[in-house]
């Protein structure tokens, strides 16, 4: 199984091209992006060593079904998916903050909760819940969006008493970002599944309209529990069964690394790696309820130029 680590393509009408933590972003002539998830991995801010096969995939086609299902709430970027691994889109003003949603306590917020603070993002969190409770009602914790480094929790009074967002503007994303998360949760639930927590970006097209862009509810964006057991697990006290990138997380953290400075990524096993990739096909057939189809990968690199030149060369 081969993994698309990273690509150098130079399309016809390419302006520019950009590489993020798992995404390559190509910019193609002034109204499209041709944006290619790759098989990298990230966690805590750091891209792990080895590609995960089939990852790309995963996430391109969940991406993409979302997208579809929630354009009736607001309009998304999403032009075309001409390969497995790739989403073209029109190219977008993105909003500088990240809109979290939490439906339940776990991860970062869980991790804060711990130490003792019971405020997030300017948000109270009530005394009294344990790991995976749900909160009375889902909280938005945004996050400031950064080129490089971390995404930084920020409150929504500082971010509009920054001008990051203008109060208008923003309550628009605080509006979109429940009704996408109510939709992420109905579909969710259909499939014996619990949505926790996700983000969702946002950008203005040349137009000025707001639009839905990069992934949603995907396992890299976001955490899912299995609906089956979630309540005996809280009443044992037991760790939830989890459907999200947490494990990636885990692993490391009991490998000695947090991402912190002076630790050392560790060696990824090839046994890991592939079970990392099951996960993740394991979380496209549940949320789906579909099998999944594991593209051709042996000429990965070569079939998705192909397929991103032809739809360009139809279409721009």
Partial sequence: MNALKETNFHFQHQVKMYRGKVRDVYFIGDKYLAMIASDRIS??????PKGIPYKGQVLNQLAARFLDATSDIVPNWLVNVPDPS???????????????????????AWREYRSGKRMICGVPMPEGMNE??????????????AEEGHDE???????????????????????????????????????????????????????????LIDEIHTPDSSRYFYKNGYKERQERGEAQKQLSKEFVR?????????????????????????????RYIELFELITGDKFIPSDTERIQSRVESNVASWIQDNV
């Fill in 43 to 48: 966690a805590f801010d750091h891209v792990l």
């Fill in 86 to 108: 790739v989403s073209i889109g029109l190219k977008c003003k993105p909003i500088m903050v990240e809109m979290v949603i939490r439906g339940y306590l776990s991860g970062h």
């Fill in 132 to 145: 995976s409770d749900p909160f009375p009602d889902p909280i938005i914790t945004p996050a400031t969006k």
């Fill in 153 to 211: 929790d920020i409150s929504r009074e500082d971010i509009i008493a920054n001008g990051i967002v203008e109060k208008e503007l923003y309550e628009k994303l605080e509006s979109y970002t429940r009704r996408l998360f109510q939709r992420g949760t109905e579909i969710a639930a259909k499939q014996d599944l619990i949505l926790v927590d996700t983000k969702y970006e946002f950008g203005i097209d040349d137009e000025g309209n707001i639009r």
């Fill in 250 to 278: 885990q692993w490391l953290i009991s490998n000695g690394f947090q991402g912190l400075e002076g630790q050392v990524m560790p060696e990824m096993p090839d046994d890991f790696v592939k079970s990392v990739s099951e």
